[in-house]
Structures are given as C-alpha cells and as structure tokens.
C-alpha cells in the first residue's frame, strides 16, 4: 500500500491492515474530502480575521487607520474619474478625555470610547466611514457630499450627538469634541493631505473655545505654513544663538538701589528683525522649543550674573530673576539644568530666583509641589508672577512655600494718586506681609505709582520708570 494511503487511513482510524471495501473506500473519500473542504474554510476564516484585525480597531470595532486611508484613496481616485463627486472629512478629538480617564480610571475611558463611537455611527449615514484613529481621536469620511454647508450640518449632528450625557458605572459624564473639516479638493494628492489639514482645522476649533467645528480655509493653510517655517526657524535661531538675553532692574523701593534684574528673553531673527516673548513662546511652548531655549537662558543668565558678583557687583551681589514656564517647571530635567547652570558659572543658588505663573500650580499640584520643594532645597528663591491674574490665593502662595508675589502690572497701572483702585493691591500687599511673603510691583512707570507703593509697603518694583529691559552691556552701566 502506498505510505501516503497508508498515513491517511491511520489519521482517519482506519486498520491499514483491513484496507476498506469498496462501499466503506468511498465513505472514507467522502470523509477525507469533508475534512479538506472544513480545514479550507478554517485557513479562510482565520485570513478574514486576521485581514479583518488589521484593518480594525480591537476596542470599538471600527475601521482603523489603515482602512480609513484606503477608503480616503478610494474617495481620491472617484473624484479624479468623476469631478462632480464630492467628500469631506471630519477629524474629531474629545475635548475631556484624559480627564475622564485619569479621574474615573481606564475601564470607564474604554467604555466612553464605546459609547461615542455608538453615537458617531448613528450621527453619519451608513455609507460613510467613521474611524478610529487612536486615543480619542476619530476621523469620519463623508461620502458623496453636496457642498460645504451639508459636512457642516454633519459636523452638528456629531456635536449634538456626543454631548448629550451619558452614565457610565454610576457616573453621569459630558463630553464635548473639537472637529475640523475639510472638503474635497483637486489640490489634494493624498489621504495623509486631507487628514493633516482636518487636523489643522480641528486644532483651530479647540483654540477657539473647543466643542465646536471649523472648516479648513486657506487662511488657516497661511497660518499653518507661517508655524512651520517659524519652528524651523526656531530650532535654527537656536543653533545659530540669535537668542538675546535682556535685564531689567529690580529696585529696592526703601532705598531705590537696584537689588536685581529679570532676565527677559528677545530673539535677534535675521529676517523678521527684534522680536519680542509675544511674537515667539506661544509656539516655542507648543512645540516643546522653549526647554532648550530654556536651558540656554539659565546658562547664560547664570554665567552673566556670576561675572557681575564676582568683578563690578561684588561688594552687593545681585540676584537675578528667570521666568519659567509651566512646561518647564515639570519637564524632568529641570533640576539638573538648573544645577549645572549654577556649577559651571560658579554662581551661588542664592542669587538665583525663578518666576512662575500662578496657572503651574493648577497644572498638577502635587508634581509642582515637588519641584518647588527640590527648587528650595537647592536654595532657590521662587516668587509668583503676575499675581492677581490666575486663580491662586494667599493662602496656597503659602503653602507652596513661594518667597515673593509680583503683582500684577494691571493693578498698578489702575491706580492713581488719589488713592483710587489702590484697595486691591493694599488688601494683596497687607495679606503678603501678614504671611511673610515679599511683595514684588511690575510696570511701575510713574513716581506717583512709586510713591503709592512706597506708602503701602511693597518691598521692591520694577517698570520703566527705572529702567527698560536692555541687554548686558547697557545693564552693566547701571551697575557702575
Ligand atoms: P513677565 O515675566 O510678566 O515680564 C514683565 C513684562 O513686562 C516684560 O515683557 C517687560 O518688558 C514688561 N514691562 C516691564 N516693565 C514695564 C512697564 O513699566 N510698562 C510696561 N508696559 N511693560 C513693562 P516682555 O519682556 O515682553 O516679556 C513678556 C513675558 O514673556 C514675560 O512676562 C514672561 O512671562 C515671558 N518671558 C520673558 N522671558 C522669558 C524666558 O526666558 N522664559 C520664559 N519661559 N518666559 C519668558
Ligand atoms: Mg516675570
């Protein structure tokens, strides 16, 4: 008996001893063919789903990336074969995601994500593709529609749709979402070129207040082109140290002698000329930039300040003030930047004070807690910037052990010589003191205001009235 004939009749438990007779033969073939035929339709149902998790998103079932991109080509290439045909996408992200799920846990995000994609479905028509881009972003590709106005009444819908509450394990959760739209374009070549500027619209809706939509306009395209050519520039302004440090004195209001500077950041652009912290840190914060940036302030304030202390200022060393932001003050190695500013200039931790805004300490108030704590044990002053504008009170300035407030240059410039608008910063004044905490007075441009200070005892000031933010060299002339 052939081996092959004979491996098959033992896999089947037949004798191979006994070969079958002629009825049970076929019976056996009968047998062997079935068992192909269902082992065929298993190797083709794993493919289905294997080919069908490749293309789907494992939590809510959707089409994932991938498919979406292939539907986007689809909807490209019908459009360039029939121009009449029009689409539009729609990027949507949820406006409190993280909060939900960092507050009431993962399990409750997943099934929010369930949720939303049970409401996105139902909002579109069935022939459109909603998918899952990852976190709790989605993209939805509207197919076959009229004009701009008909994605816009889509893009309502879907608001309308995920806002209503929803109540998940006891929870009674809002959600908002922030969509951006675009409309099919000859201009566009590719999937990747709709998503980026649905993307772009989208980030727009969220600066405009979020849980709303906007459409992508060629202004928005202008913006766009302006940011990325100013990071590049950015990264480059870096490198080829365009970046300017600039001081302002910081006045002793008891005896007017200058105590200090704030160390204010310029940048000298090649093209665009002198710009000011306005016209560059939005972005610098939003790409991460001002961490490097950062880090080169700290060096060159540091070094700077040393030189003054150790030569011209020795005899009344002085302290200079850096500002912060809240992406500084948690990036990780903040510490560490600050340390080896202080160890390669040689400057004392003590003439060294950092400003941050009162908004950090609502970021994540036990990491800020932290920092300050390790800032302190260095010997770092800290004192709180534009006090007055944000949400902070004595009481927390207090408990984050925080050395100095600065008010806020609004406070002064409202008050006059009568006395009129001064009971705030009297009450914020009258309150530091009370705590302990020094009292710092920004933008003072008129002796009255000086005078006014005075009278209420803050500590010191600074403001144009004794001197502008100007670079080393013309601050070193005030040190003479
Ligand atoms: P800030 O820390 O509140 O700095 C005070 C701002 O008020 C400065 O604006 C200063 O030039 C301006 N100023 C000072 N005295 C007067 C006055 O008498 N009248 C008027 N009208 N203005 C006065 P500047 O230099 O444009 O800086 C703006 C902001 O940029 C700063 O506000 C600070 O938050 C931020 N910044 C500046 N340098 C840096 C830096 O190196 N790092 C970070 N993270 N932020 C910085
Ligand atoms: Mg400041």
Redesign the pocket.
């Known amino acids: 008996m052939h081996p092959i004939l004979q491996k098959l009749l033992k896999r089947f438990q037949l004798d191979p001893a006994e070969p079958p007779d002629d009825t049970s033969w076929e019976a056996f073939l009968d047998d062997v063919n079935a068992s192909l035929v269902q082992a065929d339709e298993q190797r083709e149902q794993i493919k289905e789903q294997l080919s069908y998790d490749a293309l789907h998103d494992a939590l809510t079932g959707l089409p994932n990336r991938t498919l979406l991109l292939d539907r986007l080509q689809q909807a490209i290439e019908r459009r360039k074969r029939n121009p009449e045909y029009d689409f539009a996408v729609i990027f949507m992200d949820l406006d409190r995601f993280k909060i939900v799920n960092d507050s009431l846990g993962h399990k409750v995000g997943d099934l929010l994500l369930i949720e939303i994609t049970h409401r996105l479905t139902n909002s579109v028509r069935s022939m459109d593709t909603v998918a899952r881009m990852g976190g709790d972003e989605f993209v939805i590709l509207l197919e076959d529609v009229d004009d701009v106005q008909q994605a816009q009444h889509f893009a309502a819908r879907i608001l309308e749709g995920i806002t209503a509450p929803l109540h998940l394990e006891d929870h009674e959760i809002i959600t908002t979402g922030s969509l951006g739209i675009v409309v099919s374009e000859a201009r566009y070549e590719n999937p990747e070129d709709y998503l980026r500027d649905a993307d772009i619209a989208m980030y727009h809706a969220k600066e405009m207040g979020k849980s709303r939509y906007e459409v992508f306009t060629a202004e928005l395209h202008r913006q766009a082109m302006t940011r990325l050519t100013m990071e590049a520039s950015m990264r480059k302004g870096v490198e080829q140290k365009e970046f300017v440090v600039?001081y302002?004195p910081i006045i002793s209001l008891k005896d007017e002698q200058i105590v200090g500077f704030?160390?204010?950041?310029r940048w000298q652009h090649p093209r665009r000329g002198f710009l000011?912290?306005?016209d560059f840190?939005p972005l610098a914060e939003e790409t991460g930039l001002?961490v490097p940036i950062?880090k080169w302030?700290l060096d060159e304030v540091c070094r700077q300040t040393a030189e003054w202390n150790q030569g011209l200022r020795s005899d009344a060393p002085l302290s200079v003030n850096?500002?912060?932001?809240t992406k500084?003050l948690i990036h990780p190695n903040l510490v560490d930047d600050i340390q080896s500013a202080l160890a390669e200039s040689g400057l004392e931790s003590k003439y060294l004070t950092v400003?941050m805004?009162e908004g950090a300490l609502v970021r994540d108030e036990d990491l800020m807690r932290e920092v300050l704590q390790k800032l302190k044990d260095l010997g770092i002053s800290v004192h709180m910037?534009?006090f007055g504008t944000g949400f902070s009170w004595l009481g927390n300035i207090n408990e984050y052990s925080i050395d100095a407030i600065k008010i806020n240059?609004g406070f002064i410039a409202s008050m006059d010589i009568q006395g009129n608008n001064a009971g705030l910063v009297r009450t914020i004044t009258n309150m530091a003191q009370e705590l302990g905490v020094e009292v710092y007075a920004?933008?003072?441009?008129t002796s009255d205001q000086k005078f006014m200070l005075t009278a209420l005892g803050a500590d010191c000031g600074?403001?144009?009235?004794f001197g502008?933010?100007q670079d080393a060299e013309a601050s070193e002339g005030l040190l003479n």
């Open positions: 600039y302002q704030e160390a204010l950041l000011l912290p306005a840190l001002i950062g302030v850096v500002n912060l932001s500084q400003e805004m910037d534009n240059r920004e933008g003072i441009e600074q403001g144009y009235l502008k933010p």
